[in-house]
């Protein structure tokens, strides 16, 4: 882990396709986070292209309104390969902002049934005037290793570190 990245890697017991899937699929975000605050996606809709916007129902005690909504902007869509999206939200004037941090997964095919995934947040473009009120990561190193073993599940293969 760096200053402004953490990664976590798993080994899934799934092709590489079904897992990029699982990832491309918003209604299954909810149920990837090792975190718990993503509710539920409002945008179903599997993600398509590069530029596509995806939001999420969140909810977080220590946020100012508890619950919120996300608006993900996709910026990598490489299937079977690799997948990432920016975080942000609207401003209350239907223009969305994005803060900086991005989630990236990337996978490898290691044979026609096992997939390496690797997950990374970074949030080495959030600017000063956020970092100021956030804390960055948001979450211990266990948010990664959680979601992964997650997704393993949701892609139906077994794991192994």
């Known amino acids: 882990m760096n200053q ?22 918003p209604m299954t975000h909810s149920a990837i986070d090792g975190t718990g605050w993503i509710q539920k996606a409002v945008n179903q809709a599997p993600l398509t292209e590069v530029g596509q916007i995806f939001r999420m129902d969140m909810y977080h005690a220590e946020h100012p ?10 910026r990598v869509l490489d299937p079977p390969r690799a ?5 942000g939200q609207d401003k209350g004037d239907g223009n969305l902002e994005f803060g ?6 990337d996978l490898v095919p290691l044979g026609p049934s096992e997939t390496e995934v690797t997950l990374t947040y970074d949030w080495s473009a959030v600017p000063p005037y956020i970092r100021e009120y956030l804390q960055f990561p948001p979450f211990g190193p266990e948010h990664l290793t959680n979601s992964l073993d997650h997704l393993a599940e949701l892609a139906g293969g077994l794991r192994s570190r």
Do not use: M
Not at 65 to 74: F, L, P, R, T
């Open 4 to 25: 402004e990245t953490v990664r976590a890697t798993l080994t899934v017991a799934a092709p590489a396709e079904k897992v990029f899937a699982v990832l491309a699929d």
């Open 100 to 105: 900086g941090w991005f989630w990236r997964y």
């Open 65 to 74: 309104d508890g619950d919120y909504q996300v608006a993900n902007k996709v």
């Open 83 to 87: 997948i990432s999206w920016l975080t």
